[in-house]
């Protein structure tokens, strides 16, 4: 399912050119437009969920892929022995501002706990 509205669903299927770090046939990590840290990405399944509330046992396996896509981006960047931290935000109150559930994987630097 795609939602002909969303910007994550047209990076998902390539008709917008993301900045790619890792894809398979179900999620693909690209570059954070405005990032936090010298290593951000955001891992997404190429199929379209608005949240983490929307995630039906179907998805279980494809989960469980965004986080071996997200050690494979900490792994590319270097910053995989040194630390990294994902994070998925979930509706206004946690600020999702992309209603396409996305992994952030930051890294590279030292960050702080608790986040604001
Ligand atoms: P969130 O606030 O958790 O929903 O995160 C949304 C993220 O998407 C933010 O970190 C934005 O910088 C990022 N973002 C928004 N538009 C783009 C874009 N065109 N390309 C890459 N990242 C984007
Ligand atoms: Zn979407």
Same mark, same amino acid.
């Not at 999620?27 to 405005?34: E, H, K």
């Not at 955001?42 to 199929?47: A, F, G, M, S």
């Given at each position: 399912?795609?939602?002909?509205?969303?910007?994550?669903?047209?990076?998902?299927?390539?008709?917008?050119? !993301?900045?790619?770090?890792?894809?398979?046939?179900?999620?693909?990590?690209? *570059?954070?437009?405005?990032?936090? !840290?010298?290593?951000?990405? &955001?891992?997404?399944?190429? *199929?379209?969920?608005?949240?983490?509330? #929307?995630?039906?046992?179907?998805?279980? #396996?494809?989960?469980?892929? &965004?986080? &071996?896509? !997200? *050690?494979?981006?900490?792994?590319?960047?270097?910053?995989? #022995?040194?630390?990294? *931290?994902?994070?998925?935000?979930?509706?206004?109150? !946690?600020?999702?501002?992309?209603?396409?559930?996305?992994?952030?994987?930051?890294?590279?630097?030292? &960050?702080?706990?608790?986040?604001?």
């Amino acid at each position: 399912m795609s939602d002909s509205d969303c910007l994550f669903c047209k990076f998902a299927s390539g008709e917008i050119k !993301a900045d790619v770090i890792f894809e398979t046939d179900n999620v693909l990590a690209f *570059r954070d437009i405005n990032p936090q !840290a010298p290593t951000h990405a &955001l891992v997404i399944p190429k *199929r379209h969920v608005s949240t983490i509330n #929307d995630l039906t046992e179907s998805d279980t #396996d494809t989960v469980g892929q &965004l986080f &071996l896509a !997200a *050690r494979e981006v900490a792994r590319q960047e270097g910053t995989d #022995d040194a630390g990294y *931290r994902t994070v998925m935000n979930c509706n206004a109150a !946690a600020g999702q501002t992309v209603f396409h559930i996305h992994l952030h994987v930051l890294g590279g630097r030292k &960050l702080s706990w608790p986040p604001g």
